[in-house]
């Protein structure tokens, strides 16, 4: 980062509370429930080394992702301000996780052997949540190198620079690994959970329909198929790699890493380029789209055609973009994500089945709580031989952060167009929860949009009742999971983050099939040398737009100061220009024989600041409103600690 970690703008806050903010009690009251949860789910489920207590059998396709998901947002809690040992309880789980899935035979030198990095990406939140709390933790750090040079160094295998791909659709630390694995090599029609998602080809002569597999040899040449053409060669849920590849660079900015992300999702630009816009799923070994596929842009795996479509590219491109935002400090690549969504809403319809229409309908309807007789607008999520199909509602979660990353006007149409014919008011807080940690864009999007302005109370109350039913769901099952279901465990993760960071960050959620995290604004505490949110501090971010952040700091405990470092970006790469907030006229404090507690008078001041961060003073029960004016990506983001904070000048 550009900025020194020193010699930082002061503002002192000089506003007592009158008013006590409802958001803010029930903020800090998450944080505590929270920091009670984890805990216990710790001793409730995991050995003294941090590993899940599982005595089951591993089999051949699961385990990496499933295991280190359960934790994947604990070093986020500790990043917003959750308990000083939360960090060193999550790198034991880490380390736990990781021994325990070597013993598998899943991992070799700290990383995943061989899997599709739809998995990986999942897997790897964890890892990059930890680089990120602690960058000056030298064993992560030589980790996040030693891991991303799995695919920059050519050695390696997995990456073939002259045809700028990754080589297979499963690599790791062992390598490619050829096709599919042992999973399928046979693929039978009595895999009935894969059923909603149709054929994974659907050009094998004599096989037509899903009932047709359950003919063996039928299920042997789907497998074998699958195998050679599915199996090798690039696929777009690739992309995702570029996240293991940019957490290396913030480190030491290495050209080396840089040059890889640049490179890579260059290469898969001028494939979409070449196929209007639109980015193909699929590349063949020689470097050729479509060499495996008849010469088709879809068809890959985890691509357009099969099983996901949308899902999954648009998950991947997302990703890429926003890695080549955060390397470039341009925002050109974001079509290869825009593009798709575009793409898909042009061909939109609106039904009222939104439900049963597509293979994974049901899931939103439940979550949005929507009737079945409600219109909604559906997109179509795959395309094959056949054209578009399997429609869905769309996916708000791409549209925000298309919006987040630039403030566009275009990119706010586009998401505002969205709330027509959305089935549900967009100011409405669902009450649902599911492992990603998102879903719920729209009522935030309304708040800072100024058109749903209690929603950081709902919120709240939404994420206290989240935590609660995972407490009661833990308690009422204190063993093992039920039949050996490795996914168990995610389901009773009580650690819930997507309203605090959207209340206290500006963001939203990392993106989860391996996003790094973003942020309009993150927190230190300067006294106590670690990031997040001091004990007893509320943070709100009321407005984030092109220009800057509107944000509110309280401190809630009666006898302590607290000193606020207040960083623009996740990294540091935007810069604050200038500091605008409010400030006490006078003492605030009135004459004792006056009846009316007095509303502070206040005035507004404005001093320059010219870094990515300040340090904010809190008095105790006192508060600020602060306009940083910021410029966004001016600095090169680093992963950089929140020790040695001087302040320079008070204001």
Not at 30 to 36: E, H, K, P, V
Not at 110 to 134: K, M, P, R, T
Not at 297 to 303: I, L
Not at 511 to 519: D, H, K, R, T, V
Request: hydrophobic share 40%; glycine share 10%; aromatic share 10%.
């Amino acid at each position: 980062m550009d900025d020194p970690q020193d010699d930082l703008t002061r503002v002192e806050a000089t506003v007592p509370v009158r008013e006590t903010p409802l958001w803010a009690v029930l903020e800090r009251r998450l944080f505590a429930l929270l920091d009670s949860a984890w805990r216990e789910f710790g001793a409730t489920y995991c050995g003294p080394d941090g590993r899940l207590t599982y005595g089951g059998r591993m089999h051949h396709r699961d385990g990496v992702d499933d295991f280190y998901e359960p934790f994947f947002n604990w070093p986020v809690l500790y990043r917003l301000g959750g308990a000083d040992d939360l960090l060193a309880s999550a790198k034991k789980h880490w380390a736990g996780v990781t021994a325990q899935l070597t013993e598998f035979g899943f991992v070799h030198d700290e990383y995943e052997v061989g899997y599709d990095w739809f998995h990986q990406g999942e897997s790897l939140n964890f890892f990059y949540a930890l680089c990120a709390a602690d960058p000056d933790d030298a064993a992560f750090r030589e980790r996040a190198l030693r891991f991303a040079r799995l695919y920059t160094d050519p050695a390696r295998g997995n990456y073939d620079p002259a045809a700028r791909i990754i080589v297979a659709p499963h690599t790791g630390s062992g390598g490619p690994r050829p096709g599919l694995g042992t999973e399928w090599t046979e693929y039978s029609a009595h895999q009935a959970v894969m059923k909603p998602y149709g054929l994974p080809l659907d050009d094998l002569p004599g096989i037509t329909g899903w009932d047709d597999l359950y003919a063996e040899e039928n299920a042997r040449r789907m497998g074998d198929a699958m195998q050679e053409r599915l199996g090798r060669g690039d696929t777009a849920i690739n992309l995702a790699a570029t996240s293991l590849v940019t957490n290396a660079w913030l480190y030491d900015h290495d050209p080396e890493f840089a040059d890889w992300v640049v490179e890579y999702v260059g290469a898969w630009r001028e494939r979409a380029a070449a196929n209007g816009g639109l980015i193909p799923d699929n590349v063949g070994p020689s470097g050729v789209v479509g060499e495996l596929h008849d010469g088709h842009w879809y068809g890959g795996h985890y691509g357009w055609a099969w099983p996901h479509g949308l899902h999954s590219v648009e998950a991947a491109a997302m990703i890429a973009a926003v890695n080549e935002t955060l390397v470039t400090g341009g925002t050109a690549g974001l079509d290869l994500a825009r593009v798709p969504l575009d793409t898909v809403i042009a061909r939109g319809v609106v039904r009222t089945d939104a439900a049963t229409a597509g293979s994974m309908g049901w899931g939103w309807a439940q979550k949005m709580d929507v009737a079945p007789d409600v219109p909604v607008r559906l997109v179509p999520y795959r395309h094959d031989l056949n054209g578009w199909f399997d429609l869905h509602p769309v996916p708000l979660v791409y549209p925000v952060w298309l919006w987040w990353l630039t403030s566009e006007p275009a990119d706010r149409e586009r998401l505002e167009s969205l709330e027509q014919d959305a089935g549900f008011d967009w100011r409405d807080t669902k009450w649902f929860q599911d492992k990603e940690e998102q879903g719920h864009e729209a009522p935030w999007v309304s708040f800072l949009l100024g058109r749903n302005p209690g929603y950081p109370e709902a919120a709240l109350e939404l994420a206290l009742g989240q935590v609660a039913r995972r407490l009661a769901l833990m308690r009422a099952t204190p063993y093992g999971p039920p039949d050996d279901d490795i996914h168990w465990w995610q389901r009773l993760n009580p650690v819930v983050t997507e309203v605090l960071t959207q209340l206290t960050t500006g963001a939203p959620p990392a993106l989860y099939n391996g996003g790094l995290a973003l942020a309009r604004v993150t927190f230190g505490d300067a006294l106590r040398g670690r990031p997040g949110l001091p004990d007893g501090v509320a943070a709100l971010v009321r407005e984030a737009d092109a220009d800057g952040v509107r944000l509110e700091l309280v401190n809630l405990d009666p006898d302590s100061r607290r000193e606020v470092v207040v960083q623009a970006g996740a990294f540091g790469e935007d810069r604050i220009d200038r500091v605008v907030f409010d400030a006490a006229r006078d003492a605030c404090v009135g004459d004792s024989r006056g009846y009316l507690i007095p509303d502070p008078e206040t005035r507004q001041v404005s001093t320059p600041v010219g870094s990515s961060r300040l340090v904010v003073a809190l008095r105790p029960l006192h508060r600020v409103t602060l306009r940083l004016e910021v410029t966004r990506r001016a600095q090169t983001p680093a992963h950089t600690s929140f020790t040695r904070i001087t302040p320079r000048r008070e204001s």
